[in-house]
């Protein structure tokens, strides 16, 4: 958990390098101090990892955070693709402010990235992303897991009901073969690349997520110092 002013330095410097350096999705003169950072990061909790073997921070990701927020709109979900949310209860504005969050910043550094497709996508997912094969622990996106269980544990924690995130609906029907069953809450758009907004429940999560990630995110949560 990046819970420092040191930490945290270390999330914003990371993306820097990865939205604005690596991909050029973000202007870099916007942020002369090389610290990639927007409105919803004081109100976010940070997960860091960090690859122990080089000692580098390979990725990082963030839990936006409802409660007590004063932001408009409470999450970034609702800024990019607010007119595309279904009319229906997976709408946030038909949740209660503060029992809901959202998983956003994912990022990866390039060498972390290194299957082929994966160079150009900050969550490190290529067209094999989710091919099952013999070998699927080797095929499997640890670190990317690792980041978004992460995000989930921190959730957990806070006693959020569910939570939001923006992503491809390939990677979507992916994450169900692992028992993280994303809903689809509005329709796709053309955000750096084709996304849609979707949420999960707490039920949900916990229901249907596979033994071994169920061990992984208990494990990842203790690792944190998180009780879920």
């Known amino acids: 958990m ?3 002013d040191e930490l945290r330095k270390e999330v914003f410097r990371l993306r820097y390098d990865v939205y604005c ?3 050029g999705w973000e202007a870099p003169e916007n942020f002369p101090d090389q610290l990639e950072r927007d409105i919803y990061d004081p109100v976010s909790r940070h997960c860091l990892l960090k690859h122990n073997r080089s000692g580098e921070y390979a990725g990082t990701v963030r839990m936006v955070m409802t409660h ?3 932001i408009e709109p409470p999450i970034p979900l609702v800024a990019h693709c607010g007119d595309n949310l279904f009319d229906g209860p997976l709408r946030p504005d038909r949740l209660p402010l503060g029992s809901y969050g959202e998983i956003s910043r994912l990022a990866l550094r390039g060498q972390f990235r290194r ?4 160079q150009s996508n900050p969550e490190g997912h290529g067209p ?3 091919e099952w094969s013999q070998d ?3 095929r499997f996106p640890h670190i990317a897991l690792g980041l978004y269980l992460g995000a989930s544990a921190v959730g957990l ?3 959020a009901v569910g939570v939001y995130a923006m992503m491809e609906p390939r990677l979507a029907r992916h994450l169900r073969f692992a028992g993280i069953r994303f809903e689809q809450a509005g329709d796709p758009i053309d955000f750096r690349g084709l996304r849609a907004p979707y949420y999960i429940s707490r039920e949900a999560l916990i ?3 596979s033994r071994p990630l169920k061990k992984l995110l208990f494990a990842v949560a203790e690792d944190l110092n998180l009780h879920i």
Do not use: I, P, V
């Open 136 to 138: 699927e622990r080797r």
């Open 207 to 209: 229901r249907h997520l």
């Open 128 to 130: 094999q992303l989710f």
């Open 157 to 159: 924690a806070d006693g």
């Open 2 to 4: 990046a819970d420092t």
């Open 68 to 70: 007590g927020s004063d």
């Open 21 to 23: 350096k690596e991909l």
């Open 115 to 118: 299957r082929t497709g994966e």
